[in-house]
């Protein structure tokens, strides 16, 4: 399975961003869908992932109720809207995909085999 993440950039504070991951292969009931992040220095951070059994979706404490974390599986893709974008948010995004991830499981990047290269996101104040 090949990921491809796409649609970083350059923005001031308070701005918006909309990500999108593309999957090789489909996006199945068994999948979980993640967006992780890493800032230079800082260890690679949990961001949001969608379950597809159940569309449970969970987000990290510090962007709850700024980013959108949805999937389109007609194209195989997920997306995480990121809107009043923040210079802590500045960082290199990485998709990911696991399988049958238990709830415990999915914040935990060491249960995702499936990786896509990263795409920068730089907030500046």
């Known amino acids: 399975v090949q990921l491809q993440a796409f649609g970083g950039g350059s923005v001031q504070t308070g701005g918006s961003l909309r990500l999108s991951c593309t999957t090789s292969g489909r996006i199945v009931t068994e999948n979980t869908m993640a967006w992780f992040r890493q800032a230079p220095g800082k260890e690679r951070e949990f961001v949001a992932a969608?379950?597809?059994?159940?569309?449970?979706?969970y987000y990290t404490d510090s962007v709850k109720g700024r980013f959108t974390m949805s999937r389109d599986n007609a194209k195989n893709q997920v997306y995480l809207q990121m809107n009043s974008l923040k210079p802590e948010d500045t960082a290199v995004y990485h998709c990911?995909?696991?399988?049958?991830?238990?709830?415990?499981?999915?914040?935990?990047?060491?249960?995702?085999?499936?990786w896509g290269q990263g795409t920068q996101v730089t907030v500046s104040s």
């Open positions: 969608v379950r597809m059994r159940d569309n449970s979706i």
């Open positions: 990911a995909m696991g399988n049958r991830l238990i709830t415990s499981s999915i914040r935990n990047s060491r249960h995702y085999p499936y």
